[in-house]
């Protein structure tokens, strides 16, 4: 059972924008401003989406946007486009007892 | 570009060790911290270890402490991850990644990753 908990799935048209949730503790996203988002497509490595909480690299696209509310952050995908169709996991850094970073079990978005 | 290359994956039986490495191009390698990190096949991923830049400060999961040891030769951009007393819940693709930035917060670039396959 992974750290963070994300939503299995999500589904969105193209253009539309969609969402996707990742909760964690006070150990973690309550309390550090460390999370980050990674983009994995079908048999390719993550890519790094969101650091800090909502700063893009550079490089990626202003139609990922990240925030975060106190235990919860959150991924917004807008103008959704089938390239967007991947696997999308959070981090965050953590001072629990068993790791220093923890990882969400990742969110499948589909685009219809 | 910054590229990551890992080797040393393989299919091993239980109790046995394997030596990872991750041969880095591309950026100053001594300036970055370095990580490993695994993923089932079709699942999420773990983080497993990590080293900052001059091998000062050194992390683990609690699921590998102790028989797991990371290590890095600056001299030759790579860095390392000695597997030892290996179970079959070890059984993963592991990835090599660099710090974006600072320490444990968020992971840049990734390399393609090398599998590990701990079987009776």
């Known amino acids: 059972q992974s750290a963070l908990t994300q939503p299995a799935s999500v589904s969105g048209s193209p253009g539309q924008s969609i969402t996707i949730s990742c909760t964690g503790t006070g150990s973690d996203i309550g309390t550090y401003n460390y999370v980050s988002w990674y983009q994995q497509h079908a048999g390719k490595a993550p890519k790094l989406l969101i650091y800090d909480v909502s700063h893009r690299p550079s490089g990626i696209s202003n139609r990922f946007s990240g925030s975060k509310s106190g235990n919860t952050a959150s991924l917004t995908i807008s103008g959704l486009q089938a390239e967007d169709e991947a696997d999308y996991h959070c981090s965050s850094y953590s001072s629990s007892a068993t790791t220093y970073v923890v990882f969400g079990g990742g969110t499948t978005l589909t685009v219809l | 570009e910054v590229q990551l290359v890992e080797s040393g994956g393989g299919s091993v039986q239980p109790g046995t060790s394997l030596r990872l490495s991750c041969a880095a191009s591309g950026f100053r390698f001594d300036d970055y911290a370095m990580h490993w990190v695994r993923q089932i096949p079709g699942k999420g991923l773990e983080w497993v270890s990590g080293?900052?830049?001059?091998?000062?400060?050194?992390a683990y999961a609690e699921s590998v402490k102790g028989r797991f040891t990371i290590s890095r030769d600056n001299a030759k951009n790579s860095a390392y991850l000695q597997m030892d007393s290996l179970t079959t819940e070890d059984t993963a693709l592991y990835y090599c990644?660099?710090?974006?930035?600072?320490?444990?917060?968020?992971?840049?670039?990734w390399g393609e990753g090398t599998l590990v396959t701990v079987s009776s």
């Open positions: 990644a660099k710090e974006h930035s600072g320490w444990l917060m968020s992971l840049d670039s």
């Open positions: 080293i900052t830049w001059n091998s000062e400060n050194i």
